[in-house]
């Protein structure tokens, strides 16, 4: 499945951001979604994932409570509401596809082209 993320941008300490991740195909449903995110220097990183049916979410301890992963499957979009952003948050936020909900990056078989969300202090 081909992923196109959107919504990135510049944010100060505090705000919020809702990024977007649109899957093209008519299989969308059937696939695990998630986020990971690579700050400068830094590995990339699970942030979450939502299963098929967005029943089921899992999130990094770094952002839970923080951020929200949804889908809405009509319209074969992910996304990921971040509340309460921090300057550490900072990085580029990479939309996935998967068949199982882990937070192996490897588990992953397609990948968007990134985002870059940056959080000021």
């Known amino acids: 499945v081909h992923l196109v993320e959107s919504g990135g941008g510049l944010v100060q300490a505090g705000g919020s951001l809702r990024l977007s991740c649109t899957g093209s195909?008519?299989?969308?449903?059937?696939?695990?979604m998630g986020w990971f995110r690579q700050a400068p220097g830094k590995e990339r990183e699970f942030v979450a994932t939502?299963?098929?049916?967005?029943?089921?979410?899992r999130y990094a301890d770094s952002v839970k409570g923080r951020f929200t992963i949804s889908r809405d499957n009509a319209k074969n979009t992910v996304y990921l509401q971040m509340n309460s952003l921090k300057p550490e948050d900072t990085a580029v936020y990479y939309c996935?596809?998967?068949?199982?909900?882990?937070?192996?990056?490897?588990?992953?078989?397609?990948w968007g082209q990134g985002t870059q969300v940056t959080v000021s202090s």
């Open positions: 996935v596809a998967g068949r199982i909900a882990t937070m192996n990056l490897h588990d992953f078989g397609s």
């Open positions: 939502i299963s098929w049916s967005g029943g089921s979410t």
């Open positions: 195909g008519r299989t969308f449903s059937h696939y695990v």
